[in-house]
């Protein structure tokens, strides 16, 4: 389908020379189809790096929410676990997409009703709102500790994610099992009564 093939090399494109810096003409090239056939399936380039978002947004939601499905996890601790691999593991697999996120999307939006932000958003938001819901959970079955604001406790392990893979994705650190390993470690011991 022309569509996924636009957005496949878009997504190559701009995570190798940037939003600023892949003219559609290119892209077309890349994509092997006329510049035309582009803006029969979106209105402007803006719209493919919007719809790359939400696709990065949507797939990642998807594969917490299997994760969790196969993984089936016992205690709220083990699912805040879950969210953490998975979300890492999606990161590593898609490094391209969140390059995107990373690199371009800052310059991409300017306001806070702004589409681009607003997607990026929602990711933030969602896993925000799956650790609140299994931290609130594991305050009731005893397996989270009780002294723990977990409104801010939730924001901080978002935090955490989302400021692991910013260093992974400028290089200052290797997506290791190591690394991972520590982070869920420490979370774990944080959150156990």
């Known amino acids: 389908m022309k569509r996924d ?3 496949l090399t878009a997504a190559k494109l701009f995570a190798e020379r940037g ?10 090239k890349e994509a ?13 380039k803006d719209d493919i790096f919007l719809t790359l978002i939400r696709n990065v947004k949507d797939q ?3 594969d917490i929410e299997k994760y969790l499905e196969v993984r089936a996890p016992e205690t709220s601790v083990e699912k805040v676990v879950s969210i953490i691999k998975s979300f890492y593991v999606f990161v590593k697999k898609n490094r391209m997409e969140f390059c995107l996120i990373f690199r371009d999307a800052p310059t991409r ?12 958003k929602e990711i933030y938001s969602y896993l925000n709102e ?22 801010d406790t939730a924001c901080m392990i978002v ?17 290791t099992d190591d690394l991972l390993r520590n982070v869920i470690d420490n979370v774990s011991r944080f959150l156990k009564p």
């Not at 092997?32 to 402007?44: L, N, S, Y």
């Not at 305050?139 to 604001?149: A, E, H, L, M």
């Not at 935090?159 to 997506?175: K, L």
Request: hydrophobic share 45%; proline share 2%; glycine share 8%.
């Open 5 to 7: 093939t636009i957005l």
């Open 32 to 44: 092997g189809v006329a510049e035309g056939t582009i803006f029969r399936h979106f209105k402007t």
């Open 19 to 28: 939003f600023n810096n892949t003219p559609t003409s290119l892209l077309a």
């Open 60 to 62: 990642l939601i998807s």
């Open 130 to 151: 799956y650790l609140l819901v299994a931290l609130r959970d594991g305050q009731k079955d005893g397996s989270v500790r009780t002294d723990i604001n977990v409104e």
């Open 109 to 120: 939006y300017g306001e806070r009703n702004d589409d681009v932000f607003l997607a990026i």
């Open 159 to 175: 935090g955490i994610m989302v400021g692991i893979v910013r260093t992974i994705h400028f290089q200052f650190v290797e997506p």
